[in-house]
């Protein structure tokens, strides 16, 4: 039986010429950038290359540009650093965040609630996005930071950054996770007008181990470990060459087939949209109509995610409850509930992700195994 793969958004196969382009820095660049002689020189060069290649496709400046090694670490750093504990004097400090953040925002956040600052939590609608006066509301004179992604990861709901970013106080810093963002929508820095974007390479066919955090020039950042000089010292120690160079490799095919991926990211899923609903199952859609079309979250009343999950594991169909940072947890989705929906929707909910090399025959393929699942779970129950 051949696995189909509806969970893009919890990671994407590698780019060949992405790949090609690491194996070939591997063998031809292998120096520590930091190294004044010839073979670190040649480093240097391709990793200043992928820093100016990946700044020009997002709108930013080569200096605003920072390697990690994925958007957990990158929003970590941006959290931390924009907003340091109480031995850095950002004790006291609001923060204004959505409650639909991905968990490598929440934890964070609730850890700096730990150190004395205050976060306000923000509602959604029923359709999962948050509304600009919502944001507006809390700010405050003490407000140090809004924290709200570009893109929600479970129901692919696109929020109103830019639009809170042009509105905020200039005193009050925007910080995004636009990790299911890239390359499922036009990205641009500048235009957002955020003071810190993160994203993860292997989300956009990039490598495995490195992502990215883009930090307005200007802006104070506390780093989060000490101990080098590496990119301005925000983020000390030797970069990973070969990781950051297939990272721009796949941000460049990503943006520049934009348009051709979304039509293809299109095309399977309204094939697995429609093949499901011909199938006569009955489900109940959570994604709304302002959303990215990598991402439809489904909820089959009647049918347990969890179990769900696992039969169409054995049926060949690869997809998720959720973030897959929380996929081992049996909780229901924070996401869903801070939607409101009612409790049969909420502990039936299915997230299917499509990626830019699924055809639209395996996406009917594999709604149709879903509700073969579906309708022999309803009746056993």
């Known amino acids: ?70 958007a957990t670490e990158a929003n970590n750093l941006a959290l931390f650093g924009l907003c340091p504990n109480p031995s850095g004097g950002g004790a ?63 129901t692919g709901a696109i929020q109103p950054v830019r639009h809170v970013a042009k509105t905020v106080p200039k005193s009050v810093l925007v910080h995004t996770d636009a990790a299911q963002a890239v390359g499922k929508m036009p990205v641009n820095f500048r235009d957002l007008g955020v003071a810190a974007l993160t994203a993860s390479g292997h989300k956009f066919r990039g490598p495995k181990g490195v992502g990215l955090l883009l930090l307005k ?63 006569g199952v009955e489900f109940v859609v959570n994604t709304p109509a302002e959303a990215v079309p990598s991402t439809l979250n489904v909820s089959f009343p009647g049918c347990r995610s969890e179990l769900l999950l696992m039969a169409l594991d054995l049926a060949g169909v690869a997809c998720s409850t959720g973030s897959a940072c929380s996929s081992g947890s049996l909780l229901p989705s924070p996401v869903l509930q801070a939607m409101g929906v009612p409790e049969p929707v909420l502990e039936s909910a299915m997230r299917f992700s499509f990626g830019t090399t699924l055809i639209e025959a395996d996406a009917a393929d594999a709604a149709r ?13």
């Open 92 to 154: 006291g400090a609001r923060i204004v965040a959505a409650a639909i953040e991905h968990p490598c925002v929440i934890g964070p956040l609730k850890e700096l609630e730990k150190h004395g600052c205050r976060v306000g939590w923000l509602p959604v609608t029923g359709a999962g996005i948050v509304e600009q006066k919502a944001v507006l509301d809390p700010v405050s004179d003490d407000t140090r930071l809004v924290s709200l992604m570009l893109v929600n990861h479970e």
């Open 369 to 381: 195994r879903v509700a073969e699942c579906v309708r022999r779970l309803r009746g056993q129950s």
């Open 217 to 279: 020039a200007g802006t104070k950042l506390t780093p989060r470990m000490h101990g080098g000089h590496q990119q301005r010292g925000h983020r000390p120690g030797t970069e990973p060459v070969a990781l950051a160079l297939g990272l721009a490799v796949a941000l460049e095919h990503a943006v520049t087939h934009l348009a051709e991926n979304v039509a293809r990211l299109t095309a399977g899923r309204d094939t697995f949209r429609t093949t499901l609903r011909d199938s």
């Open 1 to 70: 039986m051949t696995v189909i793969d509806l969970d893009s958004n919890a990671t994407t196969p590698i780019l060949p010429a992405a790949w090609e382009a690491m194996t070939a820095a591997q063998a031809t660049a292998y120096g520590n950038p930091s190294s004044a002689h010839a073979v670190g020189r040649a480093a240097r060069r391709l990793l200043e290359d992928a820093r100016d290649r990946v700044a020009t496709l997002l709108g930013a400046t080569a200096e605003e540009v920072i390697f990690t090694s994925g």
